[in-house]
């Protein structure tokens, strides 16, 4: 089995957890402590694994929309501040360990591509809920430790005990994210439209009904643009299974 690494998190985990006069050979060396307590918890060691490059398309997309929508820019609330020796990080996992950098698209789209393509072949390790939307073989890493699930293509839904947050996988987390809209990645969904609303209108319907209960919700909150709004929503919600600039996956690696 290969693990697929949504890498992203590693050099902002390494720097954060840094002395201030920490110097680069013990960060390295803390680079190389996590890359080896994943590969445990995963119990492979056999990866490919990715980082974020340039040209989100997500951004031009909210480029493209009339002024009046008022969209607020994705990930726009998001701190530019880096912590130590982050860049260098990110180039020791791509020299040392051949993490792939995407360009275009997001590091967790190309993971959700490769977990697409190796199937049960692929196991999915991430911080993000985002890539739960994908069915398969997944290891979340929480504050409380690593959880391992398979996920099916129409997933579960439910409300979190604080009643403030969904907690679900496969289609049914993306169509909740249509309608709360994603405060991480900084879009927005229906107006109104919270996780206690989401789940409520979810949880009981199939693959057949939710999508025209997700629309008739787009409908009634922006009127004339719920189909430009319904669309946009969607694209930047939704984890890619396919796209061009990673047709063929790169060549795992072992560690």
């Avoid at 590693?10 to 402590?33: C, H, N």
């Avoid at 040209?55 to 929309?65: A, T």
């Avoid at 199937?119 to 073989?137: E, F, H």
């Avoid at 949880?203 to 787009?218: A, H, L, M, Q, R």
């Amino acid at each position: 089995m290969v693990l697929i690494i949504d890498g992203d998190f590693i050099p902002y985990r390494v720097g954060y957890s840094l002395d201030s006069d920490a110097t680069f050979e013990q960060a390295k060396s803390k680079t190389d402590d996590v890359l080896k307590q994943l590969i445990e918890t995963a119990g492979t060691n056999e990866y490919i694994a990715y980082l974020g490059g340039k040209n989100n398309f997500r951004y031009n997309l909210v480029k493209s929309l009339p002024e009046e929508l008022m969209t607020p820019i994705y990930k726009g609330n998001r701190s530019s501040e880096k912590p130590l020796h982050f860049y260098e990080i990110r180039n020791y996992l791509k020299e040392n360990y051949g993490f792939y950098t995407v360009d275009g698209i997001e590091a967790d789209d190309a993971c959700a591509i490769t977990l697409t393509t190796l199937k049960s072949n692929g196991l999915l390790l991430s911080t993000d809920k985002d890539v739960l939307q994908v069915p398969g073989y997944h290891i979340q890493l929480k504050p409380s430790g690593a959880e391992h699930l398979e996920v099916n293509e129409e997933g579960t839904l439910i409300l979190a005990e604080n009643r403030k947050k969904v907690i679900g996988t496969g289609a049914k987390l993306l169509w909740s994210q249509m309608l709360t809209g994603d405060g991480v990645d900084n879009f927005k969904g229906v107006p109104k439209c919270g996780p206690v609303k989401a789940v409520s209108l979810l949880e009981n319907e199939t693959s057949k009904t939710i999508p025209g209960i997700v629309y008739n919700e787009f409908k009634n909150a922006y009127k004339e643009h719920a189909e430009i709004m319904y669309k946009f929503t969607w694209n930047l919600a939704y984890m890619l299974r396919s796209h061009k600039s990673l047709s063929t996956l790169p060549k795992s690696k072992f560690f």
